[in-house]
C-alpha cells in the first residue's frame, strides 16, 4: 500500500533553516508528481510547492517563493523540501503529498506531517 | 484570505443531509477540476472527490460532488456522527500558477 513518511521537522529560529523529507514506498514515485502542503495550527491548509515526476516543472506559493526548494531523488523515492529563512509564519504541519492525474489534478494520498516550529 | 471560499461551518443531524459550496473563479475552478478532501480530528487530509464527482475506491456513494460555472458543492447524505470533520475543496489556479484550497468547512453532525 502507499506509503508517506515526513521526517526532519523541528524547532527552528527565525532566520533558520530546515530540510524536510519524505520516503515514499508502495508505488511507482518516479511515475508521479509530489507536492507539500502546510497547515498552521488550528489553520487550514495551505498548498506550498509542486514538482513533477521528472523534477523538471517546478512550482511555489508566492509565501515562500525564493526561500524554500523543492527537489526529488527518484532513485531514493524520496522527496525534500529544503526551507531557508524562516519566519514565524511558516510553522505549521508539512505534509507531503502523492499526485495523481485523471482528467484534473489531485492528491490522492497524504503523510502523516512533520511538524516545523519556527520560534526564538 | 482563500482564493477558493467555503463556509466555515454547517450542521446537520444523524442521517440528514448537508451540502458544502466552494466559490472561485474562471482561472480556477470555472476552467479546472475540483477534489475534496476529508481531515477528520488529528489525521492528515484523505482524498473524497475527484474531478469534479468521481469517488476514489472505498469512498461510500452518501459521498458526492458538483460543479457548475465557478462553484462547486460537496454532498453528504445519511449523516453519522463518524463524518464530523474539516472538509477542503481544491482545484489549480491557471492565473496563480498555483494549487488554490478553499478555507475549510467544519461539519458538525448534532
Known amino acids: 500500500q502507499v506509503q508517506l513518511v515526513e521526517s526532519g521537522g523541528g524547532l527552528v529560529k527565525p532566520g533558520g533553516s530546515l530540510r524536510l523529507s519524505c520516503a515514499a514506498s508502495g508505488f511507482t514515485f518516479s511515475d508521479y508528481y509530489m507536492s507539500w502542503i502546510r497547515q498552521a495550527p488550528g489553520k487550514g491548509l495551505e498548498w506550498v510547492s509542486y514538482?513533477?515526476?521528472?523534477?523538471?516543472?517546478?512550482y511555489y506559493a508566492d509565501s515562500v517563493k525564493g526561500r524554500f526548494t523543492i527537489s526529488r531523488d527518484n532513485a531514493k523515492k524520496s522527496l525534500y523540501l529544503q526551507m531557508n529563512s524562516l519566519r514565524a509564519e511558516d510553522t505549521a504541519l508539512y505534509y507531503c503529498a502523492k499526485g495523481n492525474v485523471s482528467s484534473g489534478w489531485f492528491f490522492d494520498y497524504w503523510g502523516q506531517g512533520a511538524l516545523v516550529t519556527v520560534s526564538s | 484570505q482563500s482564493v477558493l471560499t467555503q463556509p466555515p461551518s454547517v450542521s446537520a443531524a444523524p442521517g440528514q443531509k448537508v451540502t458544502i459550496s466552494c466559490s472561485g473563479s474562471?482561472?480556477?475552478?470555472?476552467?479546472?477540476?475540483v477534489s475534496w478532501y476529508q481531515q477528520l480530528p488529528g489525521t492528515a487530509p484523505k482524498l473524497l472527490i475527484y474531478?469534479?464527482?468521481k469517488r476514489p475506491s472505498g469512498i461510500p456513494d452518501r459521498f458526492s460532488g458538483s460543479k457548475s460555472g465557478t462553484s462547486a458543492t460537496l454532498g453528504i447524505t445519511g449523516l453519522q456522527t463518524g463524518d464530523e470533520a474539516g472538509y477542503y475543496c481544491?482545484?489549480?489556479?491557471?492565473?496563480?500558477?498555483?494549487?488554490?484550497f478553499g478555507g475549510g468547512t467544519k461539519l458538525t453532525v448534532l
Open positions: 481544491g482545484t489549480w489556479d491557471s492565473s496563480l500558477a498555483a494549487w488554490v
Open positions: 474562471s482561472s480556477n475552478i470555472g476552467n479546472n477540476y
Open positions: 474531478d469534479n464527482n
Open positions: 514538482i513533477s515526476s521528472r523534477g523538471s516543472t517546478i
